[in-house]
Structures are given as structure tokens and as C-alpha cells.
């Protein structure tokens, strides 16, 4: 039913862009907080950016702020990368949480809080 399908990894330069998108299936996006997280290995999953669909809140960790733009077009939310550094580089996943689930904003970069994940993909920022 719930299924996120990520797409627009790929290998860039540091400096350079990229754009990543999240289609839902089996729900509407509407009342729902979706959140891109990445992963390294060796290292916990981190939160990127998040935009509730409830209040039309976005957020961003620092390393990020600045340079990353979340948005969202219907059934898609997108991950607009720019600038990149080589410490971006990470497997990018994107989670959905039913917006009535927050208590707080931190809670919208926390892994654990969500509970529809996709697949990944690969972001590589490389020379």
C-alpha cells in the first residue's frame, strides 16, 4: 500500500548540483511529513530535510541550510542539492510520517519517529 520510490542519485563534483525526487504510492502525500535522511557506512542515519505537508514547515540540519531546498509538487517531494561537498556523499533515503505523529520540531530529523521508508539512492560527490 504505502510505498516511497527515490530517484536522482547519481555521481557529482564537489561544487555541483543534484535533484532528488520521492513518489508516493498507495496514499496522498496530504497530512503527512516527509523527510530525506542518508546514511554512510559505519554511521546513523542522519536527517536532512523534512517538509510537512500539515503546516507547510521545512527543515534543514545546519550542514545543510543554505545549500539544500525541500519541496514539494503533489505526490512528490524533491531534494534540491547544491554546492555540494564530499561529505554529502551518502545513501539518501526518503521516510513519510502521518503529520499528527510530531510533538516537537526536532522530531522531524529523527530517523526512528518515521515509518515508511524507500529504497535509497546513491549520491556520490567525488573529484
Known amino acids: 500500500q504505502v510505498q516511497l520510490v527515490e530517484s536522482g542519485g547519481g555521481l557529482v563534483q564537489p561544487g555541483g548540483s543534484l535533484r532528488l525526487s520521492c513518489t508516493a504510492s498507495?496514499?496522498?502525500?496530504?497530512?503527512?511529513?516527509i523527510g530525506w535522511f542518508r546514511q554512510t557506512p559505519g554511521k546513523e542515519r542522519e536527517g536532512v530535510s523534512c517538509?510537512?505537508?500539515?503546516?507547510?514547515n521545512v527543515f534543514y540540519r545546519a550542514s545543510v541550510e543554505g545549500r539544500f531546498t525541500i519541496s514539494r509538487d503533489k505526490n512528490t517531494v524533491y531534494l534540491q542539492m547544491s554546492s555540494l561537498k564530499p561529505e554529502d556523499t551518502a545513501i539518501y533515503y526518503c521516510?513519510?510520517?502521518?503529520?499528527?505523529?510530531?510533538?516537537?520540531?526536532?522530531?522531524?530529523?529523527?530517523?526512528?519517529?518515521?515509518?515508511?521508508w524507500g529504497q535509497g539512492t546513491q549520491v556520490t560527490v567525488s573529484s
Open positions: 521516510a513519510a510520517e502521518d503529520s499528527r505523529t510530531f510533538k516537537d520540531y526536532r522530531e522531524y530529523l529523527v530517523p526512528r519517529v518515521f515509518s515508511s
Open positions: 498507495g496514499f496522498t502525500l496530504e497530512g503527512y511529513a
Open positions: 517538509i510537512s505537508t500539515t503546516d507547510r
